[in-house]
């Protein structure tokens, strides 16, 4: 019966127009500003009442406690039987979810050329509590799958390589993004199998309150610079985590870093062990409180990166000259990929009593210690208002502004591109882009958000033979996602 659900509702999924949950990862939850949602189970265990995700990436849900509910749609929520069979399976210790998420964005303005482009995906994810199952006590098994497709707007229509869909994958088709085991011994959580970094490092539910690449899944840095797989792409990893106290935790995770994983054609489904170029290695220190902690709850994180694939030089080849100007590749680096992370998320402003309406704070920040790599830093801040018109406790508004800072190498490199084209002078090394957007709580799983993205010097990756500065864009978006099972009433 299970199974027949599952194919039920990923064929519904797909009859859908393309919607959208912050790009890739947590869509807007309903209490979005509210610093409570997080990746692990182990921390959750040690902080009550709080609300997360079983499985990582698309399962961050929009609590029906926190979102008025028509009679009507409570009704149907309690009585359809695909919701019924869904609460039965959850029971009995296998939740599955079902999501479809879309983004469509046009620049109007600037760019190489104007155009528009769509991008979605869907992912089916099971988490299995083998304690109800078969007796095997705090221990879970997390599987998770998804299909991609769509075009870029950022490649195809302003040229440059920060994506401004979440939803958008270099290499489209099917991936199984998630396959592992964890068991629980109370302040130590430890987590075997296939994963992502991103699923588990330097994240938060604010990220994906946006649809920016810059932001969503994970702040911008960590991928371009040091490698680190992210959803949809997965490795080999064993990651520990050991909560010091109520608040505090500590976490490591070990990845095998095979890049060849993520080509066309592999589907996370290659599952050789030792085949890899280097290792992942990722630290992570947090601190975190909830509204049952304090009427303010933050989350501060720090970390740091490691990869012993030193990556390939941004500018020289092999003989220590320019790879443009010599046509040789770009040399392999010898030493380690190092950066260097850290976030915060702080509430500071709540409505009366026992209200979730509030207005948060953040910020992001990478910094490349290691060897040379396409940036040498990155930052971004703004806020999420939770709550924004009357009756619209579980409305959101976000604001982002980010700063993506292009390493001296880089910019050589564009610089000796635009040349060979018969270009002058070189890319700007700041490019900044920012978000400003309103997410519409229209029932529960299912979140409309509208945005407009503005990206000042763009840079010309994807437009390589630019002969000179990409016009400033103005990026219309929307993202629109669905979780079907919370739809059915299935959570």
Not at 148 to 170: A, E, H, K, M, V
Not at 284 to 307: C, M, S
Not at 436 to 451: E, K, T
Request: a positive charge.
């Amino acid at each position: 019966m299970s199974i027949a659900i599952a194919i039920a509702l990923t064929a519904a999924a797909q009859s859908e127009p393309s919607q959208s949950q912050p790009s890739r990862a947590v869509t807007a939850p309903t209490d979005a500003a509210v610093p409570t949602a997080d990746t692990n189970d182990s921390v959750a265990r040690s902080i009550p009442d709080r609300r997360h995700p079983p499985i990582f990436y698309p399962n961050t849900r929009q609590g029906p406690a926190d979102q008025a509910v028509s009679s009507g749609i409570a009704r149907f929520q309690r009585d359809n039987p695909i919701g019924k069979e869904l609460r039965a399976l959850r029971a009995a210790g296998v939740d599955l979810v079902f999501d479809f998420v879309g983004n469509v964005a046009a620049n109007p303005v600037g760019g190489v050329r104007q155009g528009n482009a769509e991008s979605h995906w869907v992912s089916t994810a099971a988490d299995i509590d083998l304690e109800k199952l078969i007796g095997l006590s705090d221990t879970k098994i997390h599987i998770q799958g998804a299909w991609f497709s769509g075009d870029s707007l950022g490649r195809d229509s302003i040229g440059n390589s920060i994506s401004f869909q979440q939803t958008w994958r270099p290499v489209a088709g099917p991936r199984l993004t998630q396959f592992n085991i964890e068991h629980d011994f109370g302040k130590l959580n430890i987590l075997v199998g296939r994963g992502a970094v991103n699923s588990y490092f330097n994240n938060s539910p604010f990220n994906c309150v946006f649809m920016s690449n810059t932001s969503c899944l994970t702040a911008y840095g960590g991928i371009s610079d040091i490698g680190i797989t992210a959803f949809p792409n997965s490795s080999w990893t064993a990651k520990v985590r050991y909560a010091i106290a109520k608040r505090w935790y500590v976490q490591t995770g070990v990845f095998e870093y095979d890049n060849d994983l993520n080509l066309k054609g592999k589907g996370g489904l290659d599952f050789s062990l030792g085949k890899g170029t280097g290792v992942l290695i990722a630290n992570e220190v947090g601190y975190q409180t909830t509204f049952a902690d304090e009427r303010l709850p933050r989350r501060y994180k720090a970390g740091v990166y490691i990869n012993t694939d030193g990556g390939q030089s941004p500018y020289y080849d092999r003989n220590g000259v320019s790879s443009v100007v010599s046509g040789l590749p770009r040399v392999a680096q010898g030493g380690d990929r190092v950066g260097l992370y850290a976030m915060a998320d702080q509430t500071i402003q709540r409505a009366a009593g026992k209200s979730t309406r509030n207005l948060a704070l953040f910020g992001r920040i990478f910094y490349n210690v290691g060897n040379a790599a396409q940036l040498d830093w990155f930052a971004s801040a703004g806020f999420v208002k939770t709550g924004t018109l009357k009756h619209r406790d579980a409305d959101t508004i976000g604001f982002l502004v980010s700063n993506t800072h292009f390493s001296n190498q880089q910019i050589d490199y564009l610089r000796d591109l635009r040349t060979k084209a018969g270009g002058t002078g070189s890319p700007k090394s700041n490019e900044i882009i920012g978000e400003i957007n309103y997410g519409f709580a229209a029932m529960p799983g299912v979140r409309i958000l509208p945005n407009i993205q503005y990206v000042i010097n763009p840079d010309p990756i994807y437009a390589p033979t630019r002969k000179t500065d990409i016009p400033s864009a103005i990026v219309l978006g929307l993202r629109l996602d669905v979780r079907l099972a919370q739809v059915f009433g299935g959570l």
